[in-house]
């Protein structure tokens, strides 16, 4: 394999890899978000519901509706009221946006160099465009452009004349 390839495949590797590092630590945000506020609700199981919740992260559109299932069947079929059941479903939507317009962007600024608007907008777009596959292959396709991005030149050290 030339260099050239080699050195590429390096960078789309460690871009994948970076954008797999910051989906693991917004699932382990979003399972310890959706643990505080089952348990806070008293929702049996909360443990559980809140460890599927984070794995249902790495699965885009369905799996915030995935985990939601779960906790409201279990407040169905342990006799809660309906207040309850609301709470729960607006703890779904809350989690949802603090996911996808903080955590989610946030992350993979930090881990990837994506910036901010752009892991908000190009998902969407794509998601336009190609419905399903856009918004499943997004984020690790900006993760790979942005790796190919040339970074910053650092500022030349300031020239101290004599004194």
Known sequence: MPNDLRTHARTAGTALF?????????????????????????????????????????????????????????????????????LVLGLYAVIVVIDQLALQP?????????PIWASIVVPIALGIIIPFWGVLLGPPLLAIIYAFRKPPQPLPPPQTGPR
């Open 18 to 86: 970076n954008w797999w590092k910051a989906v693991t630590l917004e699932a382990l945000c979003v399972a310890v978000l959706w643990w505080i506020g089952l348990f806070l609700l008293g929702v049996p199981w909360a443990p559980v519901w809140a460890l599927i919740g984070g794995l249902m992260t790495f699965i885009p559109n369905f799996g915030g509706v995935i985990t939601v299932i779960f906790p409201v069947l279990m407040i169905l079929f342990s006799g809660h009221d309906m207040y309850r059941l609301g």
């Open 106 to 114: 946030l992350l993979l600024k930090r881990v990837s160099r994506i």
